[in-house]
């Protein structure tokens, strides 16, 4: 049924369900797996003025997302199920738009991807990638719960 799937992958514990699962559909839909990680080089601090200022910690960040990715595709050989991986960079852009955009342009016809359950303000301050990417997508998106997340918030 699903021959391309994609995964986002940022190694939080949330993302790691979604990782999970992916290697399984992929395992017994004999498909393709794709890890995404995104890269974000935009990051606003305030300065002790109060003024935000941009702080690009690039080398820091690659160096992570390798690691992300090196951890994800070694789950996945270790299930038993090839899988590339694929790093994009972005400076302020919406991680839920560069994930659909490789979504189409890989293209996959599944995303397979963790989910935060922000709730409440957090969610309106913060916003929800994963409700863009559901809302944007042109695949069907399966987001996995984190159960060890969701007792926390319990």
Not at 6 to 18: A, E, H, K, R, T
Request: hydrophobic residues 45%; charged residues 25%.
């Amino acid at each position: 049924m699903y021959k391309q799937i994609l995964c986002p992958v940022d190694g939080s514990s949330s993302s790691n369900c979604g990782m999970a699962e992916a290697i399984k559909l992929a395992k017994d839909q004999n498909a393709k797996l794709r890890f995404l990680h995104v890269v974000d080089m935009y990051f606003p601090i305030l300065d002790a003025t109060g003024d935000f200022n941009v702080v690009n910690i690039d080398d820091i960040l690659r160096k992570n997302g390798k690691k992300v990715l090196k951890k994800a595709e070694a789950a996945a050989i270790k299930a038993g199920v090839a899988a590339d991986c694929e790093m994009v960079e972005a400076i302020g852009a919406r991680i839920s738009k560069l994930v659909v955009n490789q979504a189409k342009a890989w293209p996959a016809d599944l995303i397979v991807m963790g989910t935060h359950g922000l709730r409440g303000v957090e969610r309106l301050v913060m916003g929800s990638d994963a409700e863009t990417i559901v809302r944007t997508s042109p695949v069907p998106v399966l987001l996995v719960r984190d159960s060890q997340a969701d007792k926390k918030h319990s």
